[in-house]
Every structure is written in structure tokens, then in C-alpha cells.
């Protein structure tokens, strides 16, 4: 039987939407006050979702705990209180928009979470804003 666990999480952080390629117009025509040359910031709420079958010998799907600690030494711990565009690797040649930034999520915690495990999350950037990877 297949069952999904979820775990949610909290994390600050700032960026610019910028194309480097474009005119300074061009960029605040199409990405307005989020390309403020001095950045602005946001309060991300994450939730990541597991799916996969229950245990026989524990009862659990994924030990919660667990999923816990991978979020926050990886995504919490690299990501909070950082300027993505500055800070993060990640985005040195990525815009960092809440499309980008949940796939580099994903990645982050596919490498850590076994395959026989499938993955959804979804990314809150505002309380009425969020994007949601893979797409079900």
C-alpha cells in the first residue's frame, strides 16, 4: 500500500530577477519590482512529499524525523538569511525565480532521498503565490 508523508518547513531569503543578457528596460518591463537592483527578500514555505509503501517492520513510510534533518542541513542550512543570487552557486548562471529554485530543491534532496521514494514539493514564495515540482 502506498502512502505519502509530508514534512513542512520555513526559510527566508533574497534575490533579484535579472537576465544579464537583457537591457536594464527590458528586465524591468518584464520582471518589475522583483529586478530592484538592491534585492528584495521572501519568506518561503516549503513542503516536501513523500510517497512510497509502508514498512512492514516499523510502520512508517519514511522515518519524518529523518526528512526532517535532510531538509534543514540541506535546503534550511544553504538557503537561509542568503542572497540566492549572491551566495548560492546554484544560481550563478540561473535566474533565481520560484520555478528555478524549486527544481534546484528537488535536486538537492533527490541525491539524498532513495529513488524508491517518489518526491513532490511544493514552494510557497507568498502566502498566495507557490509553485508546485515534479508536476503530478
Partial sequence: MRVSVVRKAHFNAAHRLHNPSWSDQR???VFGLCNNMYYHGHNYDLEVKLTGEIDEETGYVYDLGKLAEIIKTEIEERFDHKNLNQECEEFSNL???TENFIVVIYQILRKKI???YDIHIKLWETPR???EYPVL
Fill in 27 to 29: 528586465n524591468k518591463e
Fill in 95 to 97: 535566474i533565481p525565480t
Fill in 114 to 116: 532513495e529513488s524508491k
Fill in 129 to 131: 503565490n507557490y509553485v
